[in-house]
């Protein structure tokens, strides 16, 4: 099979009413070819298929499931039918099970290390002691948390940590601009694009369980609507940019309104939606039309600055006696005496009558 052809879409009724439609069949057939694939290959990941649509909220973060197997299959990353709205449910109940698992292991390795330093205590320093447990904990075997936390940090710098809190009551916490909240706490975009971009690193790393950077390595198709929605202006410039640095071999699709989105889309294809008909969007004559634009505004704004605002913008060294002195020279002898009697009058009675 050298290609297939999917459908994810939405038609419009009467009355107004929506109704999603997928059609995946030949997708299907080409899943089946995967996993025969990696019956000789065990290395070989799946691709990823996924779509966001516009309506995307963390209604309830759900972290009290647990030791559920079916969260940890591939076939979890795959979504059974188009949802209209997503609230990324299996994000949190995936994260809740990893972050048990991969504690485990770091807890494991910790007992281990301890329990050879008391066999041999007069053979282990401090020092010596945190080297070995830095050691283990930079070969455990921990992909998934470590590509969360890559990929949130390419995608939300801000965002510097992530983990779960179990004392006194499970939290799920964030650490957010060199501070630390809970989940909740956050903004409600920071919490949704934590979310997402989380949802994104679960399906990518259950695709691709073999992998130690599923993130990079791992391949698909993603699809995002709306990409601008609740995003600031300085942020819509650079996300999509972030998202192919943090996922480099996903093929993006997104949709958005947001003229700012173009500004850093010069390696991307640009395509507007008009008149029910796709039209490429010429980026570099659009950034020249801009350039024009700035260039006559610049020119507008020196023309409508006064001769006498210029003058004022110039003058900018400080007056000391020094320069009052040299001022008074370039006077003529009339301007002089005029200026000798002002001040004879008005201050110092006493000051001689020629300079």
Not at 289 to 304: C, H, P, S, T, V
């Amino acid at each position: 099979l050298q290609s297939c052809s999917w459908q994810i879409y939405k038609t419009l009724n009467s009355q107004g009413l929506g109704f999603s439609k997928a059609e995946t069949s030949q997708l299907e057939s080409v899943l089946s070819l995967y996993h025969k694939a990696r019956l000789h290959d065990p290395l070989l990941g799946l691709p990823l298929i996924a779509y966001y649509p516009a309506e995307r909220f963390t209604n309830e973060v759900n972290l009290l499931s647990k030791n559920n197997p079916a969260i940890l299959q591939s076939a979890h990353a795959y979504e059974i039918a188009a949802i209209p709205f997503t609230t990324f449910a299996r994000f949190f109940e995936w994260f809740r099970e990893i972050s048990d698992i991969e504690n485990a292991q770091s807890a494991k390795i910790m007992d281990q290390i301890l329990a050879r330093a008391l066999q041999q205590p007069e053979n282990i320093g401090g020092d010596k002691l945190a080297r070995q447990i830095e050691k283990a904990q930079a070969h455990l075997h921990a992909p998934n948390l470590t590509a969360l936390k890559q990929s949130l940090s390419l995608v939300l710098p801000e965002v510097s940590q992530i983990y779960l809190k179990y004392q006194p009551k499970l939290q799920l916490m964030v650490t957010y601009q060199q501070q630390t909240f809970s989940f909740q706490q956050l903004p409600n975009s920071m919490r949704n694009w934590i979310a997402l971009v989380g949802d994104i690193v679960r399906r990518l790393c259950l695709l691709n369980p073999n992998s130690l950077f599923p993130c990079q390595e791992g391949t698909g198709i993603l699809l995002i609507d709306a990409i601008d929605h609740q995003l600031d202006q300085e942020m819509a410039a650079v996300i999509l940019s972030r998202l192919h640095q943090a996922f480099p071999n996903l093929q993006i699709i997104a949709t958005g309104n947001r003229p700012e989105l173009l500004e850093q889309a010069h390696a991307f294809q640009c395509l507007k939606l008009e008149n029910k008909q796709l039209q490429p969007i010429h980026l570099d004559r659009m950034k020249t039309q801009f350039d024009q634009i700035y260039a006559e505004l610049e020119l507008q704004q020196n023309r409508d600055i006064s001769p006498e605002d210029t003058l004022l913008e110039t003058v900018t060294e400080p007056v000391t006696p020094l320069t009052v002195l040299q001022m008074i020279h370039q006077l003529n002898p009339e301007q002089q005496q005029e200026l000798l009697a002002l001040l004879t009058q008005e201050h110092h009675p006493t000051l001689p009558q020629s300079l």
